[in-house]
């Protein structure tokens, strides 16, 4: 079936940024970060990124889908938001926090300036090898999430929120 023209006007004016976040498990191999929040930024000239759309999480392979954010109102004037992505190793399940009580965090340097409507694929994503160790406690392969995961999926129990300094 041919994409309609109400179709395509739901697209315009919107951008979805669709991508995958990973983490070092060492030098050479690196693993999906899994159920961590992302949020994405626009860029202003001030030089300071300010979030757009909501916080949502990766799923367990470390895809992420932004869903649709208004692309037709950013701040500086140029169309289209300059965005930038950024990770936190957080959720409703864990959180991975440092030691003055932030959350481990990257987010992108590359800007995709002025994006058009529609979808973005950012593409592979990694967090800072310097931080795997914030990224191990937090992962679904051996960390919080994974042992959450145990315990609801083999006995039902939902532990409660674990934070890990
Ligand atoms: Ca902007
Ligand atoms: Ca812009």
Redesign the pocket.
């Known amino acids: 079936m041919p994409l309609s023209n109400s179709t395509l006007g739901a697209l315009a004016g919107y951008v979805t940024v669709t991508g995958r976040w990973w983490y070092y498990y060492n030098t050479t191999i690196g693993l999906p970060v899994s159920w961590a929040t992302v949020q994405i930024y626009d860029l202003e000239p001030d030089g300071h990124i300010y979030p757009v759309g909501n916080p949502f999480l990766t799923d367990v392979n470390g895809y992420f889908n932004s869903g649709s954010i208004p692309n037709n109102n ?1 701040p ?1 004037g ?5 965005i930038v992505v950024g990770v936190y190793a957080t959720s409703s399940i864990a959180s991975v926090v440092n030691s003055t009580g932030y959350y481990y965090y990257n987010l992108t340097t590359t800007v995709w ?2 994006s058009p409507d529609g979808t973005l694929n950012v593409g592979d994503l990694v967090t800072r090898y310097d931080e795997r160790g914030a990224w191990w406690i937090y992962s679904y392969d051996f960390g919080l999430t994974r042992g959450w995961d145990y315990l609801s999926s083999t006995v039902g129990y939902n532990t409660p929120h674990v934070t890990a300094v």
């Open positions: 950013d500086d140029g169309y289209g938001l300059d300036a002025n």
